[in-house]
């Protein structure tokens, strides 16, 4: 009896022992081996996927030629990316249509963030070309003897760069760095006004990219914002500062400041029949209405009047009289800025950003204090119409020929006409019968 129970103690034992040794095999293969932290250098256990997670974004490209759409009696057509696409200038020439944008797009019509330029021809798009890194300075573009041109600035060196009527680059030229710079066709010479480290200048660019340098540069912080071939040298209406100079420049006696318009900002310039010579009338904002003052072929002011208490205006000419609209109102001036005739209007006009004039096809773009553009169009001079309105308040550029209206700018908006965009806001360029 006694060494039964012996036997049976001894089987206890043995079973414990063995439930002990099992779950330790258990433990260590459940939460050491395949590690819970314990050992960084154990594996991991292996998940399913989780059904929230997504598969790299493979960027989509779009193939060209492009056709543009018809919409609404319009055709649109547009470029771009995912991104925001900015229109900083256009050219409108027989061939081709070329809008010059800002990019921070890497797909759609974009290989990454720079500046491109986008070519229409034959009713499609047919090359979108980056031509620059997206900081470089962009100092606008020209029609030019050798082709289409645009100036830039990178690292303190400047280029301007051809562009052939297919949208490839056909060659370059090397200019001084700039911080801003303005370009003006004088025969089939470029003439460039390009400022750097407080000093205007002005370069040539002959036809076969030949670059000339003026040995005249003018001191100051100027920035051209408008110029004119007229008489024998080149009238510009620069900013500096909160002022407004009038400059006469010529190779051969340089930069002349005839004329300084303090606290001004400048907005417009028309061209006006002289009683012995052209002349111009500008548009400038003041704090107690809008400067208008006609500017002779050598600078000088001829006269000179303000519109009391309006703030914002466009500016259309006949040749012989002055017509500044804005918002309640047209004010008529005759060539010495005598008020001729003044009629009530129910129009509203916000900021002028684009101002386009043929004969009586009358244009203006204006932006209210929410950033939305409204585009206006008369067809006999005095009734004015909504054409389209966007979301944005940048660059605009009309140009009328051949019976059309071509208009370039940048939307964000994806309603209506603009249900083709990308994403962000894309350059537009739409074209209007008439």
């Not at 680059?169 to 003006?184: D, H, I, V, Y």
């Not at 002289?274 to 208008?292: F, K, S, V, W």
Request: glycine share 12%; hydrophobic share 40%; charged share 20%.
């Amino acid at each position: 009896m006694q060494r039964q129970k012996t036997i049976a103690k001894w089987l206890v034992i043995i079973l414990l022992c063995t439930v002990a040794v099992g779950a330790y095999i258990m433990y260590d293969a459940l939460y050491v081996t395949k590690g819970s932290g314990a050992d960084a250098g154990d594996a991991q256990p292996v998940l399913p996927p989780s059904s929230d997670e997504q598969p790299p974004h493979e960027p989509v490209f779009t193939e060209l030629p492009r056709p543009t759409q018809n919409f609404a009696g319009m055709q649109v057509a547009h470029t771009g990316g995912e991104g925001d696409d900015i229109l900083l200038d256009a050219v409108f020439t027989s061939e081709a249509t070329y809008l010059f944008f800002s990019s921070s797009s890497a797909e759609y019509d974009c290989r990454g963030a720079g500046l491109y330029v986008a070519v229409w021809k034959d009713d499609a798009l047919i090359a979108v070309t980056r031509f620059a890194e997206k900081d470089s300075v962009f100092g606008g573009g020209k029609l030019t003897a050798d082709g289409v041109a645009t100036l830039i600035s990178e690292g303190g060196e400047g280029s301007l760069v051809v562009f052939d009527a297919e949208g490839s680059e056909k060659g370059r030229c090397a200019l001084p760095g700039f911080t801003s710079a303005f370009t003006l066709l004088n025969g089939n010479a470029l003439t460039v006004f390009s400022a750097e480290d407080g000093k205007l200048g002005c370069h040539t660019v002959e036809k076969g990219l030949t670059v000339t340098h003026s040995p005249f540069f003018l001191s100051g912080k100027y920035e051209v914002a408008e110029g004119v071939v007229i008489g024998e040298g080149i009238l510009l209406f620069a900013r500096e500062g909160e002022d407004v100079a009038v400059i006469r420049f010529s190779h051969k006696d340089g930069f002349n400041v005839v004329k300084r318009y303090e606290n001004c900002v400048f907005r417009q310039i028309v061209p006006l029949a002289g009683e012995d010579a052209p002349a111009l009338c500008m548009l400038a904002e003041r704090q107690d209405g809008m400067l208008l003052a006609v500017i002779g072929s050598t600078g000088a002011e001829e006269a000179s009047t303000v519109a009391d208490g309006v703030s914002e205006g466009a500016l259309f000419a006949d040749g012989v009289s002055v017509t500044l609209l804005h918002s309640g109102g047209a004010n008529t001036y005759c060539r010495h800025l005598d008020l001729i005739a003044s009629a009530p209007s129910a129009l509203s006009v916000g900021r002028v950003i684009e101002v386009a004039q043929q004969d009586d096809l009358r244009l203006f773009a204006s932006c209210d204090d929410d950033g939305r553009t409204t585009v206006m169009l008369s067809e006999n001079g005095t009734d004015f119409s909504p054409l389209l309105a966007y979301d944005g308040d940048g660059r605009v550029m009309a140009r009328f020929a051949d019976g059309e209206l071509l208009l370039a700018f940048s939307t964000s908006s994806s309603d209506g006409i603009y249900f083709e965009s990308f994403g962000g806001a894309d350059a537009y360029f739409v074209t209007a019968p008439l």
